[in-house]
Nanobody, 130 residues
Framework: QVQLVESGGGLVQAGDSLRVSCAAS????????MGWFRQAPGKARQFVAA????????YYADSVKGRFTISRDNAKNTMFLHMTNLKPEDTAIYYC???????????????????????WGQGTQVSVSS
């Protein structure tokens, strides 16, 4: 059974940094696309960041570009989202996601789509106070 479990969320102040993690089990995801999405109260889930299966390319939402970094540790089957200079508008539940096809490369616009991702975590809350 595939499981993605996020951790590392919490309450921080504006300008702080935070790293959230996503540990995968039940399948080796070292050759899969990995992504992060977030959902704020009353809003739709939105794309945050993605990392191609070979880690050669990254994609970021404009709102987090230059502040957030997505990475992975294949040996631990884990992905990370390192967030710096956090803002109150970053407050949301953060979800990790993985696609269902190993070693697959997609056209750029597809990495931003939730429909690309087959496996999802349960989410971790990140709250940023002003």
């Amino acid at each position: 059974q595939v499981q993605l479990v996020e951790s590392g969320g919490g309450l921080v102040q504006a300008g702080d940094s935070l790293r959230v993690s996503c540990a995968a089990s039940g399948r080796d995801f070292s050759s899969h696309v990995m992504g992060w999405f977030r959902q704020a109260p009353g809003k739709a889930r939105q794309f945050v960041a993605a990392l191609t299966w070979n880690a050669e390319n990254t994609y970021y939402a404009d709102s987090v570009k230059g502040r957030f970094t997505i990475s992975r540790d294949n040996a631990k089957n884990t992905m990370f989202l390192h967030m710096t200079n956090l803002k109150p508008e970053d407050t949301a539940i953060y979800y990790c996601a993985v696609d269902g096809n190993p070693r697959r490369t997609y056209t750029a616009n597809n990495y931003y789509r939730a429909g690309l991702y087959r496996y999802w975590g349960q989410g971790t809350q990140v709250s940023v106070s002003s």
